[in-house]
């Protein structure tokens, strides 16, 4: 599934596309993904000005000069894509579910084979109270998420602090690779009781946690499966992974000399290193 550096890419390529735009047409192919998609989709968006595109956790927020909020959540399928003006019309396939144009003629695309995507809508006025963002914590790239934030999200938890990072109303849009990925390069067992982490171990995790997300920004994402950029180039941060999929490889950190091993923790696989993270 795509996590916060996939969607944040997604937004990111979107953004000189819709923002300013005003929408031709608007269309709804299916009534449904993992949610109903509104009934007046295409009325509510044709005509309609995009002002802003923001992201909340894993969902892109598409803000609409009349109030109206479209949230967007990719599952674990779900492609945009974007055809510029100028250029031949797509063909649109049989997992095409929305398509949008805009009045200079870019065609935006929502493709999702499996449906597990969300599109519907809320309001700037009730965005904050929505049921799919009220309980969401601090964006980890944000300020709110601090040192004191983070160590009293820890105390007190008795679960793994994998499980606890992955707990989004500690922190927002952490998914299964990324969170490998900082335990390994902060040396921290995935293994280890929340708890145990606040205070130094926090410290010493804060900043990676920020750099490993900036890092996978930066390089468009990981595609492990399904996932692309909206101009078609697929991510490339996978090539940088130090821990998650390597399983029987040597660790990466210098003079560690352990191999990398795989467990099962809540159903998804952690890659870490028993060797250096303790």
């Known amino acids: 599934m795509p996590e916060l ?17 005003t929408i031709k047409k608007a269309v709804a192919n299916r009534p449904d993904l993992r949610l109903p998609i509104p009934a007046d989709f295409s009325a509510r968006l ?13 969902y892109i927020l598409i803000e609409c000069a009349d109030g109206l909020v479209v949230i967007l959540h990719l599952g674990m399928s779900g492609r945009v894509t974007i055809t510029p003006a100028g250029t031949p019309a797509p063909i649109i396939g049989k997992h095409d579910h929305i398509v949008m144009e805009t009045e200079r003629g870019d065609i935006i695309i929502y493709n999702d084979t499996r449906r597990f ?7 700037l006025q009730d965005m904050d109270t929505h049921p799919l963002l009220k309980d969401i914590g601090p964006e980890p790239l944000g ?3 601090n040192l004191d934030v983070l160590n009293t999200g820890l105390r007190g938890r008795k679960s793994n602090i994998k499980a606890a990072l992955l707990d989004q109303k500690l922190v927002a ?6 969170v490998c990925e900082a335990l390994w390069r902060a040396g921290i067992s995935p293994k280890r009781t929340a708890h145990s982490v606040a ?5 010493r995790l804060l900043p990676i946690i920020r750099d490993v997300l900036t890092a996978a920004i930066a390089a468009g994402g990981s595609t492990l ?3 692309a950029q909206v101009d078609g180039e697929l991510g490339y941060f996978q090539h940088s992974f130090q821990a998650y999929g390597r399983e029987g490889e040597d660790c990466l950190k210098p003079g560690c000399g352990g191999t990398v ?5 809540s159903n998804r696989s952690t890659f870490y290193c028993p060797s250096c993270q303790r």
């Open 225 to 227: 499966k399904d996932y």
């Open 5 to 21: 550096p996939e969607v944040e890419t997604v937004r990111r390529g979107l953004v000189p596309v819709l923002e300013g735009a």
């Open 261 to 265: 091993s795989r467990i099962v923790q």
């Open 143 to 145: 300020n709110q998420f």
């Open 199 to 203: 205070g130094k171990r926090a410290e």
């Open 173 to 178: 849009g952490l998914g299964n690779i990324y």
């Open 117 to 123: 995507g969300i599109l519907t809508f809320t309001s």
């Open 46 to 58: 044709t005509g309609n000005r995009i002002e802003r595109l923001t992201r909340r956790s894993k």
